[in-house]
């Protein structure tokens, strides 16, 4: 059973930070690619970021590079997306989801299997 539980979220002020967590569990250990991805109200969802878990290499969406960080803790089988000076534009629910592939191909979200719920980050004064 493939197990994906994000947390983290939360109301934030503009030009904060928010540090959201992605924990794997189940048959989700077997996927070595991550991606969050957000949905903010009206909108599609994106693709935000993306990791090997095994390599750490990375991709990152144009509009959020410089701002977004994502990593991985393979002992504690989570990924994490660190977001820097939040802004209304990041309102919005994030969801992290594995990929079908060995390696990076984007974020594509018809390369991605098996979704978490989400978690909702509203920035706000």
């Known amino acids: 059973q493939v197990q994906i539980v994000e947390s983290g979220g939360g109301l934030v002020q503009p030009g904060g930070s928010l540090r959201l967590s992605c924990t794997l569990s189940?048959?989700?250990?077997?996927?070595?690619?991550i991606g969050w991805f957000r949905q903010a109200p009206g909108k599609e969802r994106e693709g935000v970021a993306c990791?090997?878990?095994?390599?750490?290499?990375?991709y990152y969406a144009d509009s959020v590079k410089g701002r977004f960080g994502i990593s991985r803790d393979n002992r504690k089988s989570t990924v994490t997306l660190q977001i820097n000076n939040l802004t209304h534009e990041d309102t919005a629910v994030y969801y992290c989801?594995?990929?079908?592939?060995?390696?990076?191909?984007?974020?594509?979200?018809?390369?991605?299997?098996?979704w978490g719920q989400g978690t909702q980050v509203t920035v706000s004064s």
């Open positions: 990791i090997n878990r095994n390599d750490g290499s990375t």
């Open positions: 189940g048959s989700a250990l077997n996927y070595l690619v």
């Open positions: 989801a594995t990929s079908r592939s060995y390696y990076i191909t984007g974020l594509s979200q018809d390369d991605y299997d098996y």
